[in-house]
């Protein structure tokens, strides 16, 4: 076989041309360059390691060892690596003593190309031991860290464990290193190499734009409700991810789906691992499943046809929402991004930085994305623009987000804020403590209560000044007041006081333009055809013919998978379905060059596909 890295990608994955970087990236790497690489979900990085790992053991340099955090990932991408007939494995706890000492001796025999282990075993004298033998001989040909951003306090999924792997460039400098990530700003890249020692690598960055998917964010009234309707109008049928705060969130909501006819799972950490595994197995393997699940899961998460993510509680920085939608539309299909998201999701999320334990600087630093993510969620203007230009890259409208299909009216907020401010300002000259959102809305506009009598705030001067405007304008105003810091919230419950921030704002020097909220119902879409719904978007442009042969053609998928167990994906993606439907083959030549299609796949089921197409014809 050859070493050429275009042709191993021809042979052994059934790919015609590399995209975007990837090129420049395995190249990069077969030479024995260090490399930086952040990726898009969905833009290949796999392949930027798996190609160079081939590649430098068919010249001689041995053996590519993947840091990978996650257990599932670890499995699917051996199982995939097989299919394609590439010697791969992995260590981990789900190997049984004898099976994980059977890898180390494959290791050792240099019968593996590549082998996948967490970074807490990677670090074990055992393991470093291990690693000095293949040195010593010739054959440690590669390191690729996934999942970089985990090295740095400044991502968004910090795990110390990685950090320790300073140790590789340390004790194995001659060694190159590719480490990949989907999502990281510029702080955190700096982090990563910072800890990783990775100065002298070569940064690959491509465009973090997913135009196939569609951003919409919306203010929260009845997010269940809200989500019921979003699933029912616009994704029946099709494979989801709801992401919620709290485990009993995830499993009202997911309980919720399920008394509305939707195929749900509840996943976070709290359920028992086995049963997790269960969903998580489920939600790969099987079609139009809706995954409600705590941020516990979906890293790594490479199934292609999620159709729509849908967050019912704000993230806490743009790093997070992007890596979370962007386990929407793998395939390149369009799919949605969808939030709702209130005033309760901007006071939880900036009481959690402020009461945090962390320093200051670390305080600064996320309160300055969480500032990020608001504005994100406050715009008016694109949606992607935004989302883009927080990683620096420059974009233009999108033609494709909700503010650019249908633009927001706006308003001015600046009188509601001033008046706001000298509400909670009043209050707590008279009072001498601080009180919450419910109960400066409350004065503001005018209500008697009985807290209001009780604490005598209805002959404050403020009282009824907002009769003006409806507790969701006087929402939307606070949400901007906390986002610029004019408002800070306090303590358990939640108290409303001024900053230093609120001075520029009563004086009238900062302007607060909003956009107007919906006080209406929703305008309501038709609601698409179940036929519609289930027919895959990839297959839409067959004919009945192909139709017939891509059904026979996912229901035998189905079952090589279940034969294998692993994801339907790994056998075949749609998109290869598809093709081969449209085609009509007749011999295994005229499956040659079908993308997806490499020389061991059409060895192991040429001959079945085949059979399938001329049994459905």
């Given at each position: 076989?050859?070493?050429?890295?275009?042709?191993?990608l021809?042979?052994?994955?059934g790919?015609?041309?590399f995209?975007?970087?990837?090129q420049?990236?395995v190249?990069h790497?077969?030479?024995?360059g260090d490399?930086?690489?952040?990726?898009?979900?969905g833009?290949?990085?796999?392949?930027?390691?798996?190609?160079?790992?081939i590649?430098?053991?068919?010249?001689?340099h041995g053996i590519?060892i993947?840091?990978?955090?996650?257990?599932?990932l670890?499995?699917?991408q051996v199982?995939?690596l097989?299919?394609?007939?590439?010697?791969?494995a992995?260590l981990n706890s789900?190997?049984s003593f004898?099976?994980?000492?059977?890898?180390e001796r494959?290791?050792?025999?240099?019968?593996?190309?590549?082998?996948?282990?967490a970074?807490?075993r990677?670090?074990?004298p055992r393991?470093?031991?291990?690693?000095d033998d293949?040195l010593?001989?010739?054959?440690?040909?590669?390191?690729?860290?996934?999942?970089?951003h985990c090295?740095?306090?400044?991502g968004?999924?910090f795990?110390?464990?990685?950090?320790?792997?300073?140790v590789l460039?340390?004790?194995?400098?001659a060694v190159?290193r590719?480490?990949?990530?989907?999502t990281a700003?510029?702080?955190?890249?700096a982090?990563?190499?910072?800890?990783?020692q990775?100065e002298e690598?070569?940064?690959?960055v491509?465009?973090f734009?997913?135009?196939?998917i569609?951003?919409?964010?919306?203010e929260k009234?009845e997010?269940?409700?809200?989500l019921?309707?979003f699933i029912e109008r616009?994704?029946?049928?099709d494979?989801?991810?709801?992401?919620?705060?709290?485990?009993k969130?995830?499993?009202d909501v997911?309980?919720?789906?399920c008394?509305?006819?939707?195929?749900?799972l509840?996943?976070?950490?709290?359920l028992?691992a086995?049963l997790?595994q269960t969903?998580?197995?489920?939600?790969?393997?099987?079609?139009?499943i809706?995954?409600v699940?705590?941020?516990?899961?979906?890293?790594?998460i490479?199934k292609?046809?999620?159709?729509?993510?849908?967050?019912?509680?704000?993230?806490?920085?743009?790093e997070?929402?992007y890596q979370e939608?962007?386990?929407a539309?793998?395939?390149?299909q369009?799919?949605?991004?969808?939030?709702?998201?209130?005033?309760?999701?901007?006071?939880?999320?900036r009481?959690?930085?402020?009461?945090s334990?962390?320093?200051e600087?670390?305080?600064?630093?996320?309160?300055?994305?969480?500032?990020a993510?608001?504005g994100?969620?406050e715009?008016t203007?694109?949606?992607?623009?935004r989302?883009?230009?927080?990683?620096g890259?420059?974009?233009k409208?999108?033609g494709?987000c909700?503010?650019?299909?249908?633009p927001?009216?706006?308003?001015d907020?600046?009188?509601?804020?001033?008046k706001?401010?000298s509400?909670i300002y009043?209050?707590?000259?008279m009072?001498?403590?601080?009180?919450g959102?419910?109960?400066?809305m409350?004065i503001?506009?005018?209500?008697t209560?009985e807290?209001?009598?009780?604490?005598?705030?209805?002959?404050l001067?403020?009282?009824?000044?907002?009769?003006?405007?409806?507790?969701?304008?006087?929402?939307?105003v606070?949400?901007?007041l906390?986002?610029?810091?004019?408002?800070a919230?306090?303590?358990?419950?939640?108290?409303?006081?001024l900053t230093e921030?609120?001075?520029?704002?009563?004086?009238?020097?900062v302007?607060l333009r909003l956009?107007?909220?919906?006080?209406?119902?929703a305008?309501?879409?038709?609601?698409r055809?179940?036929?519609?719904a289930?027919?895959s978007?990839i297959?839409?442009?067959?004919?009945?013919?192909a139709q017939t042969?891509?059904?026979?053609?996912k229901?035998?998928?189905?079952?090589?998978?279940?034969?294998?167990?692993?994801?339907?994906?790994?056998?075949?993606h749609?998109?290869?379905?598809a093709a081969?439907?449209a085609?009509a083959?007749?011999?295994?030549?005229?499956?040659?060059?079908?993308?997806?299609i490499?020389?061991?796949?059409?060895?192991?089921?040429g001959?079945?596909?085949?059979?399938?197409?001329?049994?459905?014809?």
């Amino acid at each position: 076989m050859s070493s050429s890295p275009l042709a191993i990608l021809h042979e052994t994955f059934g790919y015609e041309q590399f995209r975007g970087p990837q090129q420049a990236i395995v190249e990069h790497v077969v030479a024995g360059g260090d490399a930086l690489v952040l990726m898009p979900t969905g833009g290949g990085k796999s392949l930027c390691y798996q190609i160079p790992a081939i590649a430098r053991q068919l010249d001689g340099h041995g053996i590519t060892i993947v840091i990978s955090p996650l257990i599932a990932l670890m499995h699917d991408q051996v199982g995939a690596l097989h299919e394609a007939g590439v010697k791969a494995a992995f260590l981990n706890s789900t190997l049984s003593f004898a099976e994980a000492l059977d890898v180390e001796r494959r290791l050792a025999r240099g019968e593996i190309t590549l082998l996948y282990a967490a970074p807490e075993r990677i670090t074990t004298p055992r393991f470093l031991d291990q690693l000095d033998d293949l040195l010593a001989r010739g054959q440690l040909s590669l390191f690729a860290i996934d999942e970089v951003h985990c090295v740095s306090q400044w991502g968004h999924d910090f795990r110390p464990e990685y950090r320790a792997l300073t140790v590789l460039h340390q004790r194995y400098s001659a060694v190159p290193r590719i480490a990949l990530t989907a999502t990281a700003d510029a702080l955190t890249r700096a982090d990563i190499v910072e800890r990783l020692q990775l100065e002298e690598a070569r940064h690959f960055v491509s465009s973090f734009d997913r135009p196939n998917i569609r951003y919409t964010i919306v203010e929260k009234k009845e997010a269940t409700q809200q989500l019921l309707r979003f699933i029912e109008r616009e994704h029946e049928g099709d494979a989801g991810v709801v992401y919620c705060q709290s485990r009993k969130r995830v499993e009202d909501v997911a309980q919720t789906l399920c008394e509305h006819g939707i195929n749900a799972l509840p996943y976070h950490a709290g359920l028992d691992a086995k049963l997790r595994q269960t969903h998580q197995d489920r939600f790969l393997r099987e079609e139009g499943i809706v995954m409600v699940a705590t941020i516990a899961f979906g890293m790594g998460i490479d199934k292609p046809d999620v159709r729509f993510v849908a967050h019912l509680d704000m993230p806490k920085n743009i790093e997070g929402y992007y890596q979370e939608t962007g386990r929407a539309g793998r395939d390149g299909q369009a799919a949605d991004a969808w939030m709702v998201y209130g005033l309760n999701d901007v006071v939880n999320q900036r009481r959690m930085i402020d009461e945090s334990p962390a320093g200051e600087e670390f305080k600064q630093v996320m309160r300055g994305k969480l500032d990020a993510l608001l504005g994100l969620a406050e715009a008016t203007d694109c949606r992607r623009v935004r989302l883009l230009g927080y990683f620096g890259e420059p974009s233009k409208p999108c033609g494709n987000c909700d503010n650019c299909l249908q633009p927001p009216p706006i308003w001015d907020g600046t009188e509601a804020a001033r008046k706001l401010l000298s509400t909670i300002y009043r209050i707590q000259q008279m009072s001498g403590i601080g009180f919450g959102t419910g109960h400066i809305m409350d004065i503001l506009r005018g209500k008697t209560t009985e807290k209001v009598t009780q604490f005598g705030h209805a002959t404050l001067s403020t009282f009824g000044l907002g009769t003006d405007y409806s507790e969701q304008q006087l929402r939307g105003v606070l949400r901007q007041l906390i986002a610029i810091g004019a408002v800070a919230v306090q303590g358990e419950y939640s108290t409303l006081c001024l900053t230093e921030g609120s001075r520029a704002v009563l004086k009238g020097e900062v302007p607060l333009r909003l956009r107007a909220s919906a006080t209406g119902p929703a305008e309501r879409k038709p609601k698409r055809e179940k036929a519609a719904a289930a027919k895959s978007a990839i297959a839409a442009s067959l004919d009945d013919a192909a139709q017939t042969r891509f059904a026979a053609l996912k229901t035998w998928r189905a079952d090589v998978a279940r034969e294998h167990n692993l994801p339907a994906y790994v056998i075949f993606h749609d998109a290869t379905l598809a093709a081969i439907a449209a085609l009509a083959p007749h011999s295994l030549g005229d499956l040659e060059g079908v993308s997806g299609i490499g020389v061991k796949k059409l060895e192991a089921y040429g001959e079945q596909v085949l059979r399938v197409c001329q049994d459905a014809a």
